[in-house]
């Protein structure tokens, strides 16, 4: 059964500036830094790639060997979420043994694998153990952590060398992404944030944002996707001024804060490289 799209979505824009086609092909070395992997998705390689660098600006800045795998093939990698989605599992397995056989050298070595979109970071700790199950998958498993669980747990453990300045907004209001909540990783989203000083960081208390994903851009779940946004989301980002920045780490939630909130929404990364010294 074919969905139609809803005419009063605005669609996503594919971005001639990917990510990929700029992003540097081996590591860039820190002197005695600690090696980790930065792994872009393709909602950030091909529709928003700002925040990607924003991500590889501010683990350089804290003295991180950034690796940043690619694929066999001229295709970027891709971890199957979208192929989960619709139903098409084979296909998702495939994408994700590419992804795996990318990784393969950083697996073994134990490195960190740090991922920006929540959804796509969290199938490989949940759905790839099941579709590919082996010790090597449950070995990236404990290694996949969102960008802000990284940082999170590096300043806790006194490893994090990162200075910032004060933020270039007072406030920053807080949606999460449904596997953020779902991971329990918001007090990590919340600790990260305020890494910056002098920020002051209110969580929006949601549920689902209402898009996830293709579900609120097809024209018979419009009107639902809307009324999910209008429960707690949407009435927060009106009572917000505008001195306050918007963080949503999910690229679906970005978009329904645009359509229906018509604010802009950063990713954490974005936030920190506003607050890194020049």
Known sequence: RVLGLSARRRLPTWRRDAFAKYAPT?????SGGREVVLLVDTFNNYFEPENARAALAVLEAAG???HLPRAAQARPLCCGRTFLGAGLVEEARWELQRMLEALRPYIERGLPVIGLEPSCLFTLRDELGVLLPSNETRA????AQLFEEFLASESEAGRLNLSLNPSPWPRALLHGHCHQKAFDVMAATES????VPQLEVQTIES???GMAGAFGYEAEHYDVSMKMAELSLLPALRAADASTVVVADGTSCRHQIGDGGHR?????ARVLEAALPR
């Open 207 to 209: 549920s689902c944002c």
């Open 140 to 143: 990236l498993a404990a290694r």
């Open 26 to 30: 081996s590591a860039r070395v820190a």
């Open 192 to 195: 990260t944030l305020r890494l």
């Open 264 to 268: 802009q929404a950063l990713h954490v």
């Open 64 to 66: 991180y060997q950034v």
